[in-house]
């Protein structure tokens, strides 16, 4: 029957048998088919809740770094922004190179004034970042790097919104007056701009957050001074504001999402890939693997023979449990 769904075969059946617990049967046999929760895409669960690394309470506590492409051609050789924005106060970094080699993410972290300490770096896995150099760099300066796992750009979704954001004011902003200015002097003016303007979550703009200067469009002559205590007293407003954020996008994902405790010796399988490097028929799960470590709450490492270690840890939405027949 080419595995039918549930309703269907009850409908093909029911027209002209019927026995005890008939309906239940065909519901289990469905459930417990390992080609269709390896080939299907309607139908499945999703499991884990939505959680976040956090909340940062002062700035530069929590940073995390993403790297945008495509770029080049508009009066410059360089073809990558390096970003990295603070957790706390939404304030954003560039660097502009032609490579995604250790030494630009070193350069990167170098733009931090030395008056303030990164506490924790969180990024996907690229190559320079994974590089021992880099990583060398890190534990001179006491930073803890923490990876998110293999196609979870959700993982890191204060960068990918950015990532948007950027793009999208460097290609107004290049497009109003095209070949005049190289893309990378348009890059760093538009991520100055977003630096002083009122973020839409925390509703103050990210360069008042972290040092407290005044970047309203107000005239210096009209601005009223600001004591530290409305600062203090603004920063705490901003925290309280993006954990109430996260607490509403956490109640419209979690509708959809069931929880789930996965544990070690567990058997499950695996999101085959990402669906754009994935071919037409190939299946859309993997395995069963059983789960070798439980990393936290949402990341586990599982061994799919693939050679690099931080292939082999997988976020917990990218897993589902091998049904177990009663």
């Not at 320079?128 to 293999?150: D, H, P, R, W």
Request: charged content about 25%; proline content about 4%; hydrophobic content about 30%.
């Amino acid at each position: 029957m080419c595995h039918i769904g549930i309703k269907q075969m009850q409908k093909k059946i029911g027209k002209l048998y019927t026995a005890r617990n008939l309906t239940k049967n065909i519901t289990k046999t469905c459930k417990l088919c390992d080609i269709c929760i390896k080939n299907k895409t309607r139908g499945q669960l999703k499991y884990g809740l939505m959680s976040y690394l956090g909340p940062a309470t002062k700035p530069l506590e929590i940073v995390s770094i993403d790297t945008i492409g495509g770029f080049g051609g508009s009066r410059s050789t360089k073809k990558y922004l390096h970003l990295l924005v603070d957790h706390f106060t939404r304030y954003a970094y560039i660097v502009n190179s032609k490579t995604q080699s250790a030494k630009d993410f070193i350069k990167l972290l170098n733009n931090v004034p030395n008056c303030h300490e990164i506490g924790i770096v969180l990024t996907d896995q690229y190559p320079g970042i994974n590089s021992q150099e880099f990583k060398t760099f890190l534990q001179k300066i006491s930073i803890t790097l923490i990876f998110t796992a293999v196609n979870s750009p959700f993982s890191n979704g204060l960068n990918e919104r950015l990532n948007q954001t950027l793009v999208n004011k460097i290609r107004c902003k290049l497009n109003e007056k095209p070949n005049t200015t190289a893309w990378t002097s348009i890059a760093h003016n538009c991520v100055d701009k977003y630096n002083n303007t009122e973020h839409s979550i925390t509703g103050f703009a990210p360069r008042y957050l972290m040092d407290g200067t005044d970047v309203s469009l107000i005239p210096n002559e009209l601005k009223l001074e600001k004591q530290t205590s409305d600062w203090m007293r603004d920063r705490k407003t901003a925290i309280e504001r993006s954990i109430k954020s996260h607490e509403y996008n956490k109640t419209i994902v979690n509708k959809k999402r069931i929880k789930y405790n996965f544990e070690v010796g567990d058997m499950v399988y695996v999101e085959n890939g990402h669906k754009l490097n994935r071919r037409k028929l190939d299946e859309l799960r993997i395995g069963p693997f059983k789960i070798e470590e439980k990393v936290s709450q949402s990341i586990y490492k599982i061994n799919t023979g693939h050679k690099k270690k931080e292939s082999n840890l997988f976020h917990i939405t990218k897993l589902t449990p091998v049904p177990i027949p009663e």
